[in-house]
C-alpha cells in the first residue's frame, strides 16, 4: 500500500468536508480551469507564486496511490507553499491554524484541461475572529483570486484568445472566482 496517498485523501476529505459544511456552492472554493497542459500549467503556477513573493514547499503526488485503490486518474498534485517567516509566525500564535499551513493547491487533469482547486481562505475568517487573522485571510484570498486568474489566462507566446475564452465566458467550463 504507498502511504503517500494518505495525506492527498485526508487534504481532499478535509476540502470535501469544508465545502460540504458550507452551502451548497462552490464559494468555499476557489477554482479555475485552463486548457494548458498539466505540466505547462504546474510551471505557471510555480512561476506565478514566487512573483507574488510565495515559496513552494512541497509538491506532493497522488495520482499513483489513488491507482492503487482503482482510481482511474489522470495527473493529481498539492503544491504546498507559503511565506516562510509568515507560516513560522502565524503557526506559533494561532497553533490551530497549522492543519491549514502552508497553504495548498490541488491541481488534476481532466482529459485535454487542467484544474486548480484551493480552499477559499475566506472560510477560514468565518472560523477565527482575530483582527490579525482576518487582514491575513483577506490578503491570501486577494492573493490567490490573482494568482489562479493569472495562471488561467496564461496563453504560451502567439497563442492567442479566441471570442468567448476567458474567466466566466459561457462554455468556456471555467469556474468564476
Known sequence: MNLSLFPCLRL????????????????????????QPFEATMNVLQQTLAEY??????VQRCDGGMADFGYKSDLYRVVFFGKL????ELSAKYPELIPYLPLKILLFAERDQTV??????????RRYEARQLQVQFLRWHSDLRAILQEVQEFRPAGEQRTEGQGPGAKGSGAAAL
Not at 451548497?24 to 485552463?34: E, G, K, W
Not at 486548480?116 to 475568517?125: F, K, M, R, T, W
Request: glycine share 6%; aromatic share 6%.
Open 85 to 88: 517567516a509568515e507560516v513560522r
Open 116 to 125: 486548480l482547486v484551493a480552499l477559499n481562505p475566506l472560510e477560514l475568517a
Open 12 to 35: 481532499i476529505a478535509v476540502w470535501l468536508m469544508l465545502w460540504l459544511a458550507g452551502s451548497a456552492s462552490a464559494q468555499n472554493l476557489l477554482m479555475v480551469r485552463t486548457p
Open 53 to 58: 513573493g510565495y515559496a513552494v514547499g512541497h
